[in-house]
């Protein structure tokens, strides 16, 4: 039976921790021709730079073959083609779907459709499951361990869908901590409250942060996604809400460190850059290293 990877739900804890060890081996031995004769088809109906780029250059490490787009309108859709059957289409061409698509569900829907595997690359406002992996692969790479985490979630935290995965999978490890900070009209939505409630997980929310910086292990920077909002006004209202500097990581944790599943437009000043405790550029090329892992795992190449 193919196994899809569209919520970060879809794989269990056990799936996360072997995702962890996979990436880890492709870290040290990044050429593995895993994929020899395999074709991927690569759909982005939505632009990216990382998330395509990072499983392009993971698919050509495993020694596979790319076909797809990465602007919708060089494809069939503006002709009015459905998304049903550009997947019923592609999934006769290919050995697995990697899709980003702007409306939430599309990835799920083009998981029934297909008959290969379906990676969702970011669906709307919803999930971003491949970004959480990596994201989790850094948090353990820099803090030695996924338990215990007093995690940060700063910026656009209604929109930003990295940070819904995120929660969903931290949620599976011991005693994490979560704070939100975020304006009123971009706060974490209900649901994802309410999956930590169930867990009775901790969570605080905040408008500011600067007073409780020094309890952070992880600080989690997000973009204000523009493209989400209806009204442009409401966007220039918060769009440089939180701006984290050098300064204002004086009396952080040694240890702590700073992610950002980019892109970055302000949120981040530059001269944070070069401080130790940014990681978001290495957090990035572990992008790379995790979609081999995902590929690797997902296509039982392993
Ligand atoms: N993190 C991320 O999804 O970046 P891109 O939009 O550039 O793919």
Do not use: C, W
Not at 231 to 242: A, Q, T
Not at 255 to 264: D, E, G, Y
Not at 269 to 282: L, S
Request: charged share 25%.
């Amino acid at each position: 039976m193919k196994k899809d990877l569209i919520s970060i739900t879809d794989f269990s804890k056990e799936e996360y921790l072997r995702i962890m060890e996979l990436a880890a081996d492709f870290e040290q031995n990044p050429n593995q021709n895993l994929l020899k004769g395999k074709v991927v088809a690569s759909l982005f109906f939505e632009p990216s730079t990382r998330t395509r780029l990072s499983f392009e250059t993971a698919i050509s490490r495993l020694g596979g073959r790319i076909v797809g787009f990465a602007d919708p309108g060089s494809s069939s859709a503006t002709k009015g083609e459905t998304l049903h059957d550009t997947i019923k289409m592609v999934s006769n061409y290919a050995d697995v779907i990697v899709m980003r698509h702007p409306l939430e569900g599309a990835a799920r829907y083009a998981a029934e459709v297909s008959d290969i595997p379906v990676i969702n690359a970011g669906d709307g406002a919803n999930q971003h499951p491949t970004q959480t992996l990596l994201d989790l692969y850094s948090i353990q790479k820099t803090q030695g361990t996924l338990d215990n985490i007093n995690l940060f979630m700063v910026g656009d935290l209604k929109y930003g869908r990295t940070v819904h995965s995120l929660l969903q999978a931290m949620s599976e490890f011991e005693n994490p901590i979560f704070n939100f900070i975020a304006p009123p009209v971009l706060q974490m939505p209900r649901a994802y409250k309410h999956h930590l409630d169930d867990k009775g997980i901790r969570y605080f929310e905040h408008e500011e942060f600067t007073d409780i910086i020094s309890e952070a292990d992880i600080i989690y920077m997000t973009r204000v996604q523009k493209e989400r909002f209806s009204d442009p006004i409401e966007y220039e209202k918060v769009k440089n809400i939180y701006i984290l500097n050098n300064a204002m990581l004086e009396n952080t944790k040694p240890n702590v460190r700073i992610l950002h599943p980019l892109p970055r437009v302000n949120e981040i000043a530059t001269d944070v850059d070069a401080n130790p405790k940014a990681y978001y550029f290495e957090q990035a090329l572990n992008g790379v290293y995790t979609r081999e892992a995902i590929i690797a795992h997902l296509l039982n190449l392993k």
